[in-house]
């Protein structure tokens, strides 16, 4: 059993409505990421956490999407509004250390209408 | 840019078969990472293997077995004596030195293996 929590597993909702994925790292991880996974694709970066510090959110497509990491422990992924394209598993994952030894959560499966 | 390729979408083979995943890899730097990751029907990957690039030994655990060859940009994966709990969706990644925690995927292999 994956020791990083997702929830929803599953999420069913109509475009333009808002959509929140909440995720908890392994205690004592200091570092977070989101990745999305559009079906058949490898896993995507949208935002890495250090800590409640953003280290990369490049990918993170801001004009509808926000991460956050209050207090450097659980965070929250908002997509508002919700489009078609956004249909994928939502994966969560930490780490301890550094060099990608990442521990990955099963996931938050997206569908918009 | 930095991209990994892997040809093989889908391959099914017998219990107990050999079977080897491909993966091959771009990138400009001198320093970068790979890895491997299996992510069975459940849905969460599971961490395989690192390497880093200065270090062409092949690797063996178990069944499995990886090959590094920086002179083709490979890196492939082959698993020995298949059994059925070997079948999920399996991916090469790669990471650059400037940021080891950020993994470029590649598209994945399913692996099914039959009884």
């Known amino acids: 059993e994956a020791e990083v929590a997702q929830s929803p597993r599953y999420k069913i909702t109509e475009k333009s409505q808002a959509v929140a994925f909440w995720c908890d790292p392994i205690?004592?991880?200091?570092?977070l990421y989101w990745y999305r996974q559009i079906l058949g694709q490898g896993p995507e970066l949208l935002v890495q956490f250090q800590d409640e510090s953003v280290v990369d959110d490049s990918q993170l497509p801001k004009d509808r999407f926000s991460a956050e990491r209050l207090k450097g422990v659980d965070s929250t992924l908002k997509i508002q509004p919700a489009e078609l394209g956004d249909s994928a598993m939502y994966l969560c994952?930490?780490?301890?250390?550094?060099?990608?030894?990442?521990?990955f959560g099963e996931g938050s499966r997206l569908t918009v209408l | 840019a930095q991209k990994v390729t892997q040809a093989q979408t889908e391959i099914s083979v017998v219990e107990k078969e050999d079977v080897t995943l491909d993966c091959v890899y771009e990138?400009?730097?001198?320093?970068?990472?790979l890895f491997w990751y299996k992510q069975p029907p459940s849905g969460e990957l599971v961490f395989l293997i690192r390497r880093n690039s200065f270090d062409e030994q092949n690797e063996i655990s178990g069944r499995y077995s990886w090959n590094f060859q920086k002179s083709t940009s490979s890196f492939n994966f082959t698993i020995t004596a298949s059994q059925v709990v070997d079948s999920a969706v399996y991916f090469c990644?790669?990471?650059?030195?400037?940021?080891?925690?950020?993994?470029?995927f590649g598209t994945g292999t399913r692996l099914q293996v039959f009884p």
């Open positions: 990644a790669l990471s650059e030195a400037y940021n080891t925690d950020k993994l470029i």
């Open positions: 994952a930490s780490s301890p250390i550094k060099y990608g030894e990442l521990f």
């Open positions: 205690s004592g991880h200091a570092t």
């Open positions: 990138t400009r730097d001198t320093t970068y990472y």
